[in-house]
């Protein structure tokens, strides 16, 4: 808990950018179901006892994936993959995309206080916009629609999204913000992935993220969206039992 608060004063700029940003995307959030109740005409509660124990138990469930995270052979050591945007999605496609982000920021926010943060924040906020990236697009085409298709359709273009705002985010963002708070010269950076992925053409940022990032998050979204379809028919009752 120290921890935490000793990271937050420390880079207290890019703490308030990144609180900033959570509030920008749940309002964003917010917004687009507002707008599918409207088209539906059913008035649903945007916070319900049912709904804040769901989100309270997923996002638990989600820190602890987020929590067993692994390296990549063809990523440098930095770059973990983890599935704790599975409990995020069936949260998300059962309450509505407000419930998606609120159950990924709590995952963050309680890694943060158990674990704390080796990245200064930007593996943190990293992990909350891009699993966003995923999350908002695949729960909202659900959310307007809720049939098998919408799902499926849902879960391909936010995996189409967060592989390709993923890839643009570390290019054109975090990598260069790794650099700056870590005092480590981008180009050393980038040697890293040529050093584990013969594809990384060596000082290339483009082809460091093509075939490093890209690859991670097409896996991660497919997996997800893969499993999200196979078990949320089944978990879709349980979760919805007693709505209130």
């Known amino acids: 808990m120290n921890g935490f608060f000793e990271s937050v004063a420390k880079n207290t700029l890019f703490a308030a950018e990144f609180l900033l940003i959570i509030v920008a995307i749940f309002l964003v959030a917010l917004a687009l179901e507002k707008l599918a109740d409207r088209k539906s005409g059913i008035k649903e509660r945007t916070f319900s006892t049912r709904k804040?124990?769901?989100?309270?138990?997923?996002?638990?469930?989600?820190?602890?994936?987020?929590?067993?995270?692994?390296?990549?052979?063809?990523?440098?050591?930095?770059?973990?993959?983890?599935?704790?945007?599975?409990?995020?999605?069936i949260?998300?496609?059962?309450?509505?995309?407000?419930?998606?982000?609120?159950?990924?920021?709590?995952?963050?926010?309680?890694?943060?206080?158990?674990?704390?943060?080796?990245?200064?924040?930007?593996?943190?906020?990293?992990?909350?916009v891009i699993g966003c990236s995923f999350i908002l697009p695949a729960s909202t085409i659900y959310y307007f629609k809720k049939?098998?298709?919408?799902?499926?359709?849902?879960?391909?273009?936010?995996?189409?999204?967060?592989?390709?705002?993923?890839?643009?985010?570390n290019a054109v963002y975090l990598l260069p913000a790794f650099s700056k708070l870590y005092g480590m010269p981008l180009e050393d950076i980038l040697?890293?992935?040529?050093?584990?992925?013969?594809?990384?053409?060596?000082?290339?940022?483009?082809?460091?993220?093509?075939?490093?990032?890209?690859?991670?998050?097409v896996i991660k979204g497919g997996s997800v969206s893969l499993i999200t379809m196979l078990v949320y028919k089944r978990l879709s009752p349980i979760i919805k039992?007693?709505?209130?």
Request: proline share 5%; glycine share 8%.
């Open 91 to 128: 949260g998300a496609f059962a309450f509505g995309p407000v419930t998606g982000v609120v159950i990924e920021a709590v995952k963050i926010l309680l890694k943060l206080l158990i674990k704390g943060t080796s990245t200064a924040f930007v593996g943190d906020l990293a992990n909350f």
């Open 191 to 217: 040697a890293m992935g040529a050093e584990v992925n013969p594809l990384v053409t060596d000082g290339s940022i483009i082809s460091f993220v093509a075939c490093c990032v890209a690859p991670m998050n």
């Open 52 to 89: 804040m124990t769901v989100t309270a138990m997923f996002s638990a469930i989600a820190m602890i994936l987020h929590l067993l995270d692994f390296t990549l052979p063809f990523a440098p050591f930095f770059y973990k993959l983890d599935f704790s945007e599975l409990p995020v999605l």
């Open 241 to 244: 039992a007693g709505r209130t």
């Open 147 to 169: 049939s098998k298709k919408s799902a499926v359709t849902g879960c391909i273009v936010g995996t189409l999204i967060l592989t390709l705002f993923g890839t643009a985010f």
